[in-house]
């Protein structure tokens, strides 16, 4: 789940603060899909940075799986969004270096080795992962040889090797044609269903009515 | 905070990205080992070299007499059983060995047995001879084998154990003698000789007599250029050439410990004595160069690995100002700033430790061309050694770890400036 409460968050901009959320609240429970809408430039991806535990220099009450983000150190950090919480975003965010299978592994890979860390795990898992999201045969595949959809596919296999309690999306379906973009929105509503929180920030309507709530950030505050 | 093998698995996926980069640097730390290694390796083996050319006991005085002695207006100045006894009673003086010179001329004209080989028809050789207590030699030899021969049996003598390679390297080539095969015990070898007879016209004694030597061992303790045979030997010729008794040519005083031997060639120098630093002086300067120019060379080689941490440095930073998206990521994905700092520092350290090791390949590699080539050039150099270098365990561990901490210095600023990278900035 998610809990914010009078979240605050200023960008100084020379000796000028800009105020970009003033004062937001936000409840996103387990199985809710809750989309936000609103123009360029009102916050919308600064408000998921903070209810990803990225951004730390804000004022008021956070919670995210259970744990506060107030006072909460750079390695606890981490460990949170390594364990609990998922990102999905526009531009994809995978290593090109990387095959598809690799770039899943990498939250296994980031997790503090304990029993069932071993890279042979995490690479299983990694698997299983890709087959849900139906590229299961296209692991061994660089980035650049898959296509927009396929990739955004492998950027949620990442995203969910941990079972988060959290999936927080930056306009999953921004660069994805409407087919490509449907198989995303449908994976969203299937983890929603098997009891994840996720928190989708777009400006597409095919999303938004896959949502069960949609919010709109308008002047630095939701509604 | 990612575990050891997840940093190493990154790392390793970032190194795999940019093997030519990755290549380059190690290649750049590889030389810089490979100068290190190669270099203490040919300091080691030549410092060890010298100690076997002037191998000078650290506790040994060589007590002579003085040249213009004052001592013998003082009643000093003459080295006699009463001067080595003085000696030996000096505070730290653990023994002193007298060495008498033969006085009586001993000639050779025919090869050892054994040995074979042609001699050139004709050619006599003087045979300088010492006389030294045989308690000088005694490690060197067989328990009783050094001692004044009873009539017909042939006379033990002590060879300087250079003389061998001297031999070796130079006398037998140039006097179409057989050399010694690698290895080969000399000892019981004999040697007939003309007792009184002198190669100079005039200079023979009345009575020349048939004698053998024969070789007792080799030992460092005996001069290099004559022939040690049993104190009681010289004295029992000299009396039956009717030799005076003669003064000693030299006695040895062995130090208890390496630290007395200033306080002793002080003693030595008050009782009217001189001192011959000779050996030890020429062993130190040896020494002395051999260290300096080590060091000279091993400060290159560290200049080298710190150019190598630069060029690390300088390709990490390129490296990771290019990877700020990726880095980001990771940090989304549950990398702590703390984490993304290893990462970059254990590239540094696999582009290091990949150098190292190749490094310290290829300097083992140079040595032993180096040791052939020697080989080959300098067949019969006297002295020459097995190997101009030394490789210790310790000296490998070295030219790995240098670099590869070198590396991790040269990667401390980029990893810094990885952990800086802000992901809620670079992800919007
Ligand atoms: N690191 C930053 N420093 C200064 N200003 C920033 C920073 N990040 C964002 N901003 C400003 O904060 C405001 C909100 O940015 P944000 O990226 O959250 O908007 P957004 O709603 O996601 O817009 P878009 O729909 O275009 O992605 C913008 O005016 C932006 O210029
Ligand atoms: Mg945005």
């Known amino acids: 789940m998610i809990r914010l409460r009078g979240v605050k968050k200023c960008f100084r901009d020379g000796a000028r603060e800009v105020p970009v959320l003033r004062g937001v609240d936000l409840d996103v429970a387990p199985g809710e899909l809750v989309a936000i809408v609103g123009p360029s430039g009102s916050g919308k991806s600064t408000l998921l940075h903070v209810a990803g535990a990225l951004d730390r220099d804000f004022e008021g009450e956070a919670v995210v799986a259970g744990t506060s983000l107030a006072g909460l150190g750079e390695a606890a950090r981490a460990e949170l969004r390594n364990r609990a919480i998922g990102f999905v975003f526009q531009a994809f965010n995978l290593l090109p270096t990387l095959s598809a299978l690799e770039n899943v592994m990498l939250p296994g890979v980031l997790r503090r080795a304990g029993p069932g860390g071993g890279i042979g795990e995490v690479r299983a898992r990694a698997r299983d992962a890709l087959q849900r999201v139906g590229l299961g045969d296209r692991g061994g595949a660089p980035p650049a040889r898959l296509s927009g959809g396929e990739r955004q596919r492998v950027a949620l296999a990442r995203a969910l090797l941990s079972r988060p309690a959290v999936l927080l999306a930056d306009e999953p379906t921004g660069n994805l044609d409407a087919s490509s973009g449907a198989d995303v929105i449908r994976l969203f509503v299937e983890l929603a269903r098997d009891g994840v929180s996720v928190l989708v920030v777009t400006h597409e309507e095919r999303v938004s009515d896959a949502a069960t709530r949609v919010l709109h950030l308008l002047d630095g505050r939701l509604a | ?428």
Request: aromatic share 4%.
């Open chain 2, 1 to 428: 905070m990612a575990g050891a093998r997840g940093i190493l698995w990154l790392a390793g996926a970032a190194l795999r990205a940019d093997r030519r980069g990755a290549a380059v640097n190690a290649a750049a730390a590889c030389v810089g080992a490979a100068a290190l290694v190669l270099f203490l390796a040919l300091g080691l083996g030549v410092g060890a070299a010298a100690r076997r050319l002037f191998p000078a006991d650290a506790r040994l005085v060589e007590v002579v007499p003085a040249r213009v002695s004052l001592g013998g207006v003082l009643g000093g100045g003459r080295l006699d059983d009463d001067a080595v006894g003085r000696l030996r009673a000096l505070p730290g003086a653990a023994a002193a060995w007298p060495r008498l010179p033969l006085g009586v001329p001993v000639s050779a004209s025919e090869p050892a047995g054994g040995l074979g080989g042609r001699w050139p028809s004709g050619l006599a050789l003087q045979l300088p001879i010492v006389g030294v207590d045989p308690a000088l030699v005694e490690e060197d030899v067989a328990p009783g084998a050094f001692a004044d021969p009873p009539p017909g049996a042939p006379i033990p003598t002590v060879l300087a154990r250079r003389l061998v390679e001297v031999y070796d390297r130079t006398l037998a080539p140039a006097w179409n003698l057989r050399r010694l095969p690698p290895g080969v015990s000399l000892v019981g070898v004999e040697l007939p000789v003309r007792v009184g007879h002198s190669v100079v016209a005039g200079a023979s004694e009345a009575r020349v007599e048939p004698e053998r030597l024969r070789l007792a061992g080799l030992s460092d303790r005996v001069p290099l250029y004559a022939v040690a045979v049993p104190l009681e030997t010289v004295r029992r010729l000299h009396r039956e050439y009717g030799k005076g008794d003669a003064a000693y040519g030299q006695v040895t005083v062995l130090a208890a410990r390496p630290e007395d031997v200033p306080a002793l060639a002080a003693a030595a120098r008050r009782m009217g004595f001189a001192v011959d630093e000779g050996e030890r002086a020429t062993a130190e300067r040896v020494a002395l160069i051999v260290k300096v120019t080590t060091g000279a060379l091993v400060l290159l080689a560290v200049a080298m690995c710190a150019l190598a941490a630069l060029a690390i440095a300088q390709a990490l930073s390129a490296s990771v100002r290019g990877r700020v998206r990726e880095l980001a990521v990771l940090q989304a994905l549950g990398a702590a700033p703390a984490d993304v700092r290893r990462i970059v520092l254990a590239e540094g350290a696999a582009i290091g430790l990949a150098g190292g090791l190749a490094g310290a390949l290829v300097a083992r590699g140079l040595a032993a061309l180096g040791d052939a080539a020697a080989a080959r050039l300098l067949a019969d150099l006297p002295f020459r050694p097995e190997s101009f270098f030394l490789f210790p365990p310790w000296l490998l561990a070295l030219g790995v770890a240098v670099p590869a901490l070198a590396a991790i210095a040269g990667a401390l600023g980029p990893a810094a400036a990885a952990a800086r990278v802000d992901p809620a900035r670079t992800l919007s």
